[in-house]
């Protein structure tokens, strides 16, 4: 006897239903699910590009307002050499206006040498904080690549000129989600390593502006960030947040989250801040002016001081890329060491040049994600989807 197909009310095979039915609903919700993350990625990437232009468009409306001011100078001094009768005051107005016309923020004028030496420190000095991450999520349970944890820590930076400073941990928790990694994981970990970060930063600019002719505004708010951000990193606090809000085994929290994982965090954000510090110490080199300039031995420390507490407050402002507040800090902790106005240009060529470094650094990491799709592993359940960037 032939056994016949089993058919439901409609008249269709059991078999056909069960191929066609929950299995064509399931690739309806993939291919939904695949919709939604292609315009996710393409609003992430709307977003951070406009992020970058706007914060680039008001450093180089800086540039050119500082340069404006110079220029007027200039013509001030040529209108007094016009009308001047004595050759000697002649003269001393014109090696003035020769001594302006040699400071004007003029890219013909920067010094090339010094400029690539500042953007390749930085570029190197954002590399210390993905070895952070990585052993930060590590110490967490989650188990990505050195390279990725690099990737995501760099691809994360270009997240800071998008107000609210969440698109950082976005951006970093969906390049972490290739190897797997659970959000809350990578949530916890990128503010582990940020609140580090901004600690140790903190605590480089108080002891370096301690006995310097600063405001004392400038030390005190070093201190009170350093205390701030450094509390929730200590190995206790730590431990409690971990188990209680990331949820991970207290085994694993005792045996990872130790003083070991404290100063290793120390050692590589301290590492992160000198090579930023040589960096704008470059920088400052780099801007042109008619003021006279101290050695590098005595502009570093103060240098780095500047940079590390003006980064630090700017982030802590929840403003794009520290709009604004990391200037007026730059420039009141610089003016003990150079003039006003090369302090203002070397901030403002600051902004510049980091946004410049930190937009090439993640173009190529977004280069090596397209060209590294993710493979097919194993994914936590509870993984977010890997950013990748692109609308595809």
Same mark, same amino acid.
């Given at each position: 006897?032939?056994?016949?197909? *089993? ?42 590009? *406009? ?8 450093? #180089? ?10 220029? &007027? ?6 209108? %007094? ?8 005051? %002649?003269?001393?107005?014109? %090696? ?15 010094? &090339?040498? +010094? &400029? ?10 954002? @590399? ?20 990725? #944890? ?41 503010? &582990? ?24 505004? *400038? ?14 990193? =200590? ?34 954000? @301290?590492?992160? +801040? @000198? ?7 470059? =920088? ?12 590098? *031995? %005595? ?53 510049? @040049? ?11 990491? +977004? ?26």
């Amino acid at each position: 006897m032939i056994d016949k197909p *089993i058919r439901n009310d409609s008249g269709a095979d059991a078999d056909e239903v069960d191929a066609s039915g929950p299995v064509g609903v399931q690739d309806n919700r993939v291919g939904g699910r695949k919709r939604w993350m292609a315009v996710a990625k393409l609003v992430i990437l709307v977003v951070v590009v *406009i992020g970058l232009a706007l914060a680039f468009r008001s450093a #180089a409306q800086q540039w050119s307002a500082e340069t404006a001011k110079i220029d &007027l100078a200039i013509d001030e001094l040529q209108s %007094q050499a016009d009308v001047e009768t004595d050759p000697a005051v %002649q003269r001393e107005l014109q %090696q003035q206006q020769a001594a302006l016309n040699a400071s004007r923020p003029h890219p013909a004028n920067l010094n &090339l040498a +010094w &400029l690539s030496v500042a953007a390749w420190l930085y570029a190197l000095g954002l @590399l210390p904080s993905g070895m952070l991450l990585h052993r930060a999520v590590h110490a967490l349970g989650g188990h990505p690549k050195r390279s990725t #944890a690099i990737i995501a820590q760099s691809l994360g930076h270009v997240g800071k000129y998008v107000p609210g400073k969440a698109m950082v941990v976005v951006l970093r928790g969906g390049v972490l989600a290739r190897d797997g990694v659970r959000p809350l994981t990578s949530t916890i970990s990128v503010f &582990l390593e940020t609140f580090l970060m901004m600690a140790v930063g903190a605590v480089v600019a108080a002891i370096a502006t301690a006995e310097a002719p600063v405001p004392k505004w *400038i030390t005190i708010t070093a201190l009170v960030t350093a205390l701030l951000a450094g509390i929730p990193t =200590l190995p206790p606090i730590l431990r409690w947040i971990a188990a209680r809000v990331g949820g991970v085994d207290k085994q694993r929290v005792d045996e990872q989250i130790g003083w070991s994982l404290f100063f290793a965090g120390w050692g590589w954000s @301290l590492l992160s +801040w @000198l090579l930023i510090g040589g960096s704008f110490t470059a =920088l400052i080199m780099a801007v042109p002016t008619a003021d006279p300039v101290p050695s590098l *031995i %005595q502009l570093f420390p103060i240098a780095t001081a500047a940079i590390s507490l003006a980064m630090v407050v700017g982030f802590a402002s929840l403003l794009p890329g520290g709009a604004g507040v990391r200037e007026l800090v730059l420039a009141s902790v610089l003016g003990i060491v150079i003039s006003p106005a090369h302090g203002l240009l070397s901030a403002i060529a600051a902004r510049v @040049l980091f946004i410049l470094v930190e937009a090439a650094m993640a173009f190529v990491c +977004w280069v090596w994600i397209r060209r590294h799709p993710v493979a097919a592993i194993s994914l936590d359940r509870t993984a977010a989807p890997a950013v990748s960037l692109s609308a595809e």
